[in-house]
């Protein structure tokens, strides 16, 4: 790079590196628009995120049919729910869809299918060989919370929801990170009140007078880390390596028809199911693949589940 390079301007940022970066700004601090240089600094950074969220995306596997046809001949599906009614009860359940209406064309919908992944201990009936064993412990695989989200006409417009909504999840785990700071700091100066009080009824003792000390630097650097410009960096390094507040990692797992583990899915069989869990800044997991809902299993799964409302107020 020739020495008149650095006095050229900054190259323009697009449309979608700006809606994205105001985005970032809204959720996290919007006062870190007081940066006079923020959007430069959130340029690449926030490109890195939003590339980060569409590899994510693809990697989403799907989708799959939902269906009672579904549970009945596909592994996967028939693992992922206890019975073909669940399916239903989801579908007539959910928000996303009611909010979202009949498909204006095409047969369906596509749709994140999130869920937590579960293992029961306990004890069943296992041959081996010749022999038929009792009691022998096993584990069984089931899913819970199933829940249906960002409802789209097509792959391509389901995945595209996905990215954005991938992108405010990393955000928002983010600013969990820096209310969690703002909390610490309130804290922090709760107690410094305290151990003035206490410096002043007691005299000063020495171990007061350290305790206030420590108090005092604590709360200057939480002050320190709440100002826009220090916000700006840290939110900065944050879309620049994603990593700790947003990933998703395969898991293959082996099962029997009942759902009773039989292995870590390295036998690569027919029986072995494959899907990617979705780890958020809390730690908690999310089984997520992309699904295939028809038209037709919304309607008849919402007439089944009226029909026995109106059955148990008669």
Same mark, same amino acid.
């Given at each position: 790079?020739?020495?008149?390079?650095?006095?050229?301007?900054?190259?323009?940022?697009?449309?979608?590196?700006?809606?994205?970066?105001?985005?970032?700004?809204?959720?996290?601090?919007?006062?870190?628009?007081?940066?006079?240089?923020?959007r430069t600094r959130l340029a690449?950074?926030?490109?890195?995120?939003?590339?980060?969220?569409?590899?994510?995306?693809?990697?989403?596997?799907?989708?799959?049919?939902?269906?009672?046809?579904?549970?009945?001949?596909?592994?996967?599906?028939?693992?992922?729910?206890?019975?073909?009614?669940?399916?239903?009860?989801?579908?007539?359940?959910?928000?996303?869809?009611?909010?979202?209406?009949?498909?204006? $064309?095409?047969?369906?919908?596509?749709?994140?299918?999130?869920?937590?992944?579960?293992?029961?201990?306990?004890?069943?009936?296992?041959?081996?060989?010749?022999?038929?064993?009792?009691?022998?412990?096993?584990?069984?695989?089931?899913?819970?919370?199933?829940?249906?989200?960002?409802?789209?006409?097509?792959?391509?417009?389901?995945?595209?929801?996905?990215?954005?909504?991938?992108? $405010?999840?990393?955000?928002?785990?983010?600013?969990?990170?820096?209310a969690d700071v703002r909390a610490e700091r309130a804290q922090?100066?709760?107690?410094?009140?305290?151990?003035?009080?206490?410096?002043?009824?007691?005299?000063?003792?020495?171990?007061?007078?350290?305790?206030?000390?420590?108090?005092?630097?604590?709360?200057?650097?939480?002050?320190?880390?709440?100002?826009?410009?220090?916000?700006?960096?840290?939110?900065? $390094?944050?879309?620049?390596?994603?990593?700790?507040?947003?990933?998703?990692?395969?898991?293959?797992?082996?099962?029997?028809?009942?759902?009773?583990?039989?292995?870590?899915?390295?036998?690569?069989?027919?029986?072995?199911?494959?899907?990617?869990?979705?780890?958020?800044?809390?730690?908690?997991?999310?089984?997520?693949?992309?699904?295939?809902?028809?038209?037709?299993?919304?309607?008849?799964?919402?007439?089944?589940?009226?029909?026995?409302?109106?059955?148990?107020?008669?």
């Open positions: 790079m020739g020495l008149f390079d650095w006095l050229k301007p900054a190259p323009p940022i697009d449309a979608v590196t700006t809606t994205a970066i105001e985005r970032a700004v809204d959720i996290v601090e919007p006062l870190i628009r007081v940066v006079g240089h923020y690449s950074p926030t490109q890195q995120a939003l590339d980060y969220c569409a590899r994510i995306a693809e990697r989403i596997p799907g989708p799959f049919e939902i269906s009672r046809h579904a549970f009945g001949n596909d592994p996967l599906v028939h693992a992922l729910f206890g019975s073909a009614d669940d399916i239903e009860t989801m579908l007539a359940s959910s928000d996303s869809l009611r909010q979202q209406g009949p498909p204006i $064309d095409g047969d369906g919908y596509c749709a994140l299918l999130g869920m937590r992944h579960r293992e029961k201990s306990g004890f069943g009936v296992a041959l081996t060989g010749e022999v038929l064993r009792l009691d022998v412990p096993q584990k069984t695989l089931y899913f819970s919370d199933h829940t249906l989200a960002e409802p789209s006409p097509d792959l391509d417009a389901a995945r595209g929801r996905l990215r954005a909504a991938l992108f $405010d999840g990393l955000l928002k785990g983010f600013a969990a990170h820096v922090l100066s709760i107690s410094h009140s305290m151990a003035r009080v206490q410096e002043r009824q007691t005299l000063g003792p020495e171990s007061h007078t350290r305790r206030l000390d420590e108090l005092g630097l604590r709360l200057r650097a939480s002050a320190d880390a709440l100002r826009p410009e220090a916000l700006l960096e840290t939110l900065a $390094d944050c879309l620049a390596a994603p990593d700790d507040f947003l990933r998703v990692d395969p898991v293959a797992v082996s099962v029997d028809r009942n759902g009773v583990i039989t292995g870590v899915g390295d036998d690569n069989t027919e029986n072995t199911l494959h899907f990617m869990e979705l780890t958020a800044r809390d730690k908690r997991r999310w089984v997520v693949i992309l699904a295939h809902i028809r038209r037709e299993d919304i309607r008849r799964a919402t007439e089944r589940i009226e029909a026995a409302r109106r059955y148990i107020v008669i």
